[in-house]
């Protein structure tokens, strides 16, 4: 078959999902020439939106398997891409720092291991006289906190990438269909897509990256994927106690697994929960605060300004994420668990390359 750049008609791809990963995805193929459908009953309105954006790296502990090839490529393709989305955002970039602190002191000889252990990676054990420390003791209230800092991992605002994204993919002419796809089937050479408003869609392939529907909508052969949901709720809580500002403390960290982001001085994001169902929990600030023993006065359920949740899809018997080719012109891409933004990078290159296998 031709290279795309040879054929007259390029072959048209549907992306079945529009959060991070179906974007990114559209990102990377229409840079490659390919014509594009992104089809999600609700646009802008999906779990990406709900995601913190941390991307943690350098600093995830396990350096071999899958897993840690798919994050070691994405932070060295990520800021190619941030470079091409700043043309549309000039204001969008990775906020550089990620911190890992822990209460536990055998936690913490194996965060100073590590560091040890992976000298030049930008790792540094942060000491108890810091700062960052220091800081940190004074608006928690807290004595015995200790951890490292990964200075080439950080956090992108997700609201602004998926934002730039959409203005990205609107200048790329990509085509935007605010409908639910319930079933694809192939049909001679080509898949057909059928959306619950009676539209039909012919594409020469289909990448799934609607997360946990994505295998219902496959109707002639059955795939063994499970995929089950992960909910993820996060607070924002208010603080009017002029003796507590909440900007002395890093832009974003982790204490005892708890995501924690300040805002403004007095405004501040906890998240994120792991909840095995769909409902949020109705006692979320007393997991989301368990981070420290005897919270401060202003760390109260009475403060709490905004929560919210996102639901995610965790494989089933199987690593996350899912990247399978599962016939010609079919891929699924999903179950990325909490690192879609993180992995969005890699994944996407991976799909180009399985659809430059079949088209080029």
Same mark, same amino acid.
């Given at each position: 078959m031709k290279g795309l750049k040879e054929n007259f008609q390029k072959p048209h791809i549907l992306i079945v999902g529009a959060g991070i990963i179906g974007k990114f995805n559209a990102l990377?193929?229409?840079?490659?020439?390919?014509?594009?459908?992104?089809?999600?009953?609700?646009?802008?309105?999906?779990?990406? +939106?709900?995601?913190?954006? /941390?991307?943690?790296?350098?600093?995830?502990?396990?350096?071999?398997?899958?897993?840690?090839?798919?994050?070691?490529?994405?932070?060295?393709?990520?800021?190619?891409?941030?470079?091409? /989305?700043?043309?549309?955002?000039?204001?969008?970039?990775?906020?550089?720092?990620?911190?890992?602190?822990?209460?536990?002191?055998?936690?913490?000889?194996? /965060?100073?291991?590590?560091?040890?252990?992976?000298?030049?990676?930008?790792?540094?054990?942060?000491?108890?006289? +810091?700062?960052?420390?220091?800081?940190?003791?004074?608006?928690?209230?807290?004595?015995?906190?200790?951890?490292?800092?990964?200075?080439?991992?950080?956090?992108?605002?997700?609201q602004s990438l998926l934002d730039t994204l959409n203005v990205y993919l609107k200048n790329k002419k990509i085509n935007f269909l605010e409908d639910e796809i319930i079933k694809i089937k192939r049909f001679n050479k080509q898949w057909i897509a059928a959306s619950r408003s009676n539209n039909e869609i012919k594409t020469d392939a289909i990448i799934l990256c609607n997360s946990l529907n994505s295998i219902n909508l496959i109707i002639d052969k059955p795939h063994?994927?499970?995929?089950?949901?992960?909910?993820?709720?996060? /607070?924002?809580?208010?603080?009017?106690?002029?003796e507590v500002n909440l900007l002395s403390l890093p832009k974003h960290f982790n204490i005892n697994g708890k995501n924690i982001i300040p805002l403004t001085k007095n405004k501040i994001i906890i998240g994120s929960t792991d909840e095995y169902h769909e409902k949020p929990e109705e006692n979320v600030f007393e997991k989301l605060t368990d981070f420290i023993e005897n919270k401060p006065s202003w760390l109260s359920r009475e403060r709490v300004t905004r929560k919210w949740f996102g639901i995610r899809s965790r494989p089933e018997g199987e690593p996350s994420p899912i990247q399978k080719n599962l016939e010609n012109g079919l891929i699924i891409c999903a179950g990325f668990y909490k690192n879609g933004f993180l992995l969005a990078p890699s994944c996407s290159?991976?799909?180009?390359?399985?659809?430059?296998?079949?088209?080029?």
């Open positions: 990377e193929l229409s840079e490659l020439g390919y014509q594009i459908t992104i089809a999600d009953p609700t646009l802008d309105k999906n779990s990406s +939106s709900a995601a913190l954006g /941390l991307l943690m790296g350098y600093i995830y502990q396990k350096r071999n398997g899958r897993s840690w090839i798919l994050r070691k490529q994405s932070l060295e393709l990520w800021p190619k891409w941030i470079k091409l /989305l700043q043309e549309f955002n000039p204001e969008l970039h990775i906020e550089k720092r990620l911190i890992q602190l822990t209460a536990n002191d055998e936690k913490f000889e194996k /965060l100073k291991k590590f560091v040890n252990d992976n000298t030049n990676q930008g790792l540094e054990i942060l000491e108890k006289d +810091s700062i960052i420390i220091k800081n940190i003791n004074k608006i928690f209230k807290t004595k015995n906190i200790k951890g490292v800092i990964s200075h080439k991992d950080g956090r992108i605002d997700p063994k994927i499970k995929l089950k949901p992960v909910l993820g709720q996060a /607070l924002e809580i208010c603080t009017n106690l002029h290159h991976w799909v180009a390359n399985e659809l430059n296998k079949y088209f080029i």
